[in-house]
């Protein structure tokens, strides 16, 4: 009988750790529909391999050993826009939302920053009052989806470079709703410098 305990307890430890995060499978971008059917706008990023889901942000390669720690200032060098529907106002804002975003988590905005930032806008989506249930991605709960109202909808594709080794250290794909467009702009760059903070 303890032998039986003894094994049983093995199994379900084993069986605990293969099931973590650390363990397990995540998908990439390059195969998913998102990205095979065209769905959203792609192009801003030039390699989209490596790309995976991420926990807090929805797709997401970082260079092995990368730690944002050692960066304390970034360099937002340009937002440009890839999106299917243009929004002048909330383009030119993404900067500062970035700016405001990486100084609240000690990354001082600087034009010699230690990490140079490029972003675009692939998605701009008012409010669809039409659009009874939508699906939309929570962060902090990876693919888990949940029924929307059409809420307005933010993505942006983002480039990170180590200024001093001009190498691409992260690439993200993210998305973001919110009451308003403004808003939800400030969401998805709240939550992108939440993941850098986050990984120091």
């Not at 650390?22 to 065209?38: G, H, I, L």
């Not at 030039?46 to 926990?55: I, M, T």
């Not at 939309?136 to 888990?144: L, S, T």
């Not at 250290?169 to 939550?191: F, G, M, P, T």
């Amino acid at each position: 009988m303890k032998r039986f305990l003894y094994a049983a307890s093995v199994i379900m430890a084993i069986l605990i750790l293969f099931s973590g995060d650390t363990w397990a499978k995540k998908d990439k971008f390059v195969d998913s529909d998102e990205y095979k059917e065209k769905k959203e706008p792609t192009g801003f990023i030039k390699n989209y391999e490596g790309l995976v889901e991420g926990k807090d942000i929805k797709w997401i390669y970082l260079k092995e050993g990368v730690k944002f720690g050692k960066y304390n200032s970034v360099k937002i060098e340009s937002f440009e826009t890839i999106a299917n529907r243009s929004d002048r106002d909330i383009q030119k804002g993404m900067r500062s939302n970035f700016e405001t975003a990486f100084e609240r988590i000690g990354k001082k905005p600087s034009d010699s920053g230690a990490l140079i930032i490029k972003g675009a806008l692939y998605k701009v989506e008012e409010r669809d009052e039409g659009k009874k249930i939508g699906m939309g991605f929570i962060p902090k709960a990876g693919r888990v989806l949940r029924r929307t109202q059409g809420n307005p909808t933010i993505g942006v594709e983002l480039i990170i470079i180590d200024a001093k080794t001009k190498e691409e250290v992260a690439r993200i794909r993210h998305e973001a709703q919110d009451k308003s467009l403004r808003s939800a702009a400030q969401e998805v760059a709240d939550d992108i410098a939440n993941f850098v903070r986050e990984n120091k």
